[in-house]
């Protein structure tokens, strides 16, 4: 089993950066991809960014550019780094895991963009 744990999120002003951290615990050795999805008030969930463990990276496009997602694989943890945020960006932001046959998801961490 795993648990992901997520940090960082918080309520900032347009333009400003915020940086999402999630620490995988337990049998966390034998992850392939982690990444980021973030689901809006009234919205589904939606990938935000993605990291293989050889460190391909995929990005939702109306983030590309101002987000990097990032991961230590010695100490099991992704990290996405918001900039330039926008309202847009405001909602939930659940860290994922995967290894061959199940997927793993943290609690959630409220990240809120005010205009």
């Known amino acids: 089993q795993v648990q992901l744990m997520e940090s960082g999120g918080g309520l900032v002003q347009t333009g400003e950066s915020l940086r999402l951290s999630c620490a995988a615990s337990?049998?966390?050795?034998?992850?392939?991809?982690m990444g980021w999805y973030r689901q809006a008030p009234g919205k589904q969930r939606e990938l935000v960014a993605r990291i293989s463990s050889g460190g391909t990276t995929n990005y939702a496009d109306d983030v590309k550019g101002r987000f990097t997602i990032s991961r230590d694989n010695a100490e099991y943890t992704v990290y996405l780094q918001m900039n330039s945020l926008k309202p847009e960006d405001t909602g939930v932001y659940y860290c994922?895991?995967?290894?061959?046959?199940?997927?793993?998801w943290g609690q959630g961490t409220q990240v809120t963009v005010s205009s």
């Open positions: 337990g049998s966390a050795f034998s992850l392939r991809n």
């Open positions: 994922y895991a995967d290894r061959l046959g199940a997927n793993y």
